[in-house]
């Protein structure tokens, strides 16, 4: 069974670099045709989509995000990242990762979401 | 770009009864890239449906999708009490509705 489990800090300072992990089980993140991704979800809005990374190292990335945010694999932890640097208040917000097949739109796994504040 | 407008935001019903839950497109789009999703509070998302009425892997038969062009529409045919959660829909993997919080009445 597929599993995702997001991890990071849950408080932010405004200017600084937020980072989160998502640690997958069952599937391996070097093999198999896949793609991961982030989404986040602010307090009483819709989920909104950050970016996704293929098995095959490439990335696409929300536009109005773009100049921000960056999504990188460690395949020796099974793990993948966000970063989103310069965050503001409006980037408060409960943070998911997810999977899916290459090719098919939608998501087979997610994780459970991590909350993050930014705020001095 | 594509919005995704659900309703109604809040549906009241017993267990037992039949639920209708509507998305509908800014644009007209694809079924094959329409998905559905059920969401229990402190859980991970569940995928339900996609390609618009193909159920996935689990997913009990009292789901279903239906719909093309703008308006789609996930139907739950007899509540059971587990299914009281909220639920969005996707399209492209992209763009999401704002959901339907489904809740006993």
């Known amino acids: 069974q597929v599993q995702l489990q997001e991890s990071g800090p849950g408080l932010v300072k405004p200017s600084q670099t937020l980072s989160l992990t998502c640690t997958v089980s069952g599937v391996s993140l070097d093999t198999g045709n896949y793609y991961w991704t982030w989404i986040r979800q602010p307090a009483g809005k819709r989920l909104e989509w950050i970016g996704r990374l293929y098995t095959s190292g490439s990335t696409n990335y929300n536009p109005s995000l773009k100049s921000r945010v960056s999504i990188s694999v460690d395949t020796s932890k099974n793990q993948f990242s966000l970063r989103l640097s310069s965050v503001t208040a409006a980037d408060t917000a409960m943070y998911y990762c997810a999977m899916g097949v290459a090719g098919f739109p939608y998501f087979d796994f997610w994780g459970q979401g991590s909350q993050v504040t930014v705020s001095s | 770009e594509i919005v995704l407008t659900q309703s109604p935001g809040t549906l009241s019903l017993s267990p037992g009864e039949r639920a209708t839950l509507s998305c509908r497109a800014s644009?007209?789009?694809?079924?094959?890239?329409l998905a559905w999703y059920q969401h229990k509070p402190g859980q991970a998302p569940r995928l339900l449906i996609y390609?618009?009425?193909s159920r996935a892997t689990g997913i009990p038969d009292r789901f279903s999708g239906s719909g093309s062009g703008t308006d789609f529409t996930l139907t739950i045919r007899r509540l059971e009490p587990e299914d009281f959660a909220v639920y969005f829909c996707?399209?492209?993997?992209?763009?999401f509705g704002q959901g339907t919080n489904l809740e006993i009445k």
């Open positions: 390609g618009a009425s």
């Open positions: 996707q399209h492209y993997g992209t763009a």
């Open positions: 644009q007209s789009v694809s079924g094959s890239n």
